[in-house]
């Protein structure tokens, strides 16, 4: 089955950029219904989607991230990631890839299959 | 955006009993973009229920979830150890952006 492996540093200093990768294993990137999402957790707090892409590249952005970040994917190494861009203590989380299902009837959404791989998320701590 | 208040913020009940939580959405759903997860200390979320209620691939029974429009239910039947853990609905996000309720912790009593 499908599993995937979160990569990249666990410090980052304020105003760089965090980049993060998420690896496809047990399964292809390419799969027609799937696509590829990145989620934050502020310690002690909620979940916060960041983003999502498709196979084919297709992103949709927070709109409160979305100045910051730019997400990828590459089909050829099976690999999905994220940059966010001038980070700040703020960005402090653990940040989590995961997989979800939609399926479209007629080029329109048909049904929402919810996010059902996730990453062993990544503790990313801002600081200098 | 789509706002999901989750209630009761802390459920502290014992093993066998019954938890009932609330996820009640600032505007109208189609049931089929609500899921939820369930999520243990140091770990990712894990998908229980999706199209608000269906369970997800080995998801046991006592897990089931029900509601329409902007008020979504996830009960436990039966409270077992391992179930002890925060509780997340969550909407697919159309329009953008996917948001997730802010969290029911189950407790122990």
């Known amino acids: 089955q499908v599993q995937l492996q979160q990569s990249g540093p666990g410090l980052v200093k304020p105003s760089e950029t965090l980049s993060l990768t998420c690896r496809v294993s047990?399964?292809?990137?390419?799969?027609?219904?799937?696509?590829w999402n990145w989620i934050r957790q502020h310690p002690g707090k909620g979940l916060e989607w960041i983003g999502v892409?498709?196979?084919?590249?297709?992103?949709t952005y927070n709109p409160s991230l979305k100045s910051r970040i730019t997400m990828s994917v590459d089909t050829s190494t099976n690999q999905f990631s994220l940059k966010l861009r001038s980070v700040t203590a703020a960005d402090t989380a653990v940040y989590f890839c995961?997989?979800?299902?939609?399926?479209?009837?007629?080029?329109?959404?048909?049904?929402?299959?919810?996010?059902?791989?996730w990453g062993q998320g990544t503790t990313v701590t801002v600081s200098s | 955006e789509i706002v999901l208040t989750q209630s009761p913020g802390t459920l502290s009940l014992s093993p066998g009993e019954r938890a009932t939580l609330s996820c009640r959405a600032s505007?109208?759903?189609?049931?089929?973009?609500l899921v939820w997860y369930q999520q243990k200390p140091g770990q990712a979320p894990r998908l229980l229920i999706y199209?608000?209620?269906s369970r997800a691939t080995g998801i046991p029974d006592r897990f089931s979830g029900r509601g329409s429009g902007t008020d979504f239910t996830l009960t436990i039947s039966g409270l077992e150890p391992e179930d002890f853990a925060v509780y997340f609905c969550?909407?697919?996000?159309?329009?953008?952006?996917?948001?997730f309720g802010q969290g029911t912790k189950v407790e122990m009593k």
């Open positions: 995961a997989r979800e299902v939609v399926t479209t009837f007629g080029g329109v959404m048909d049904y929402y299959y919810g996010m059902d791989v």
């Open positions: 047990g399964g292809s990137i390419s799969s027609g219904d799937d696509y």
């Open positions: 892409i498709s196979k084919t590249g297709r992103t």
């Open positions: 505007q109208s759903l189609d049931s089929s973009f």
């Open positions: 199209g608000a209620s």
């Open positions: 969550q909407q697919y996000g159309s329009p953008p952006p996917k948001t």
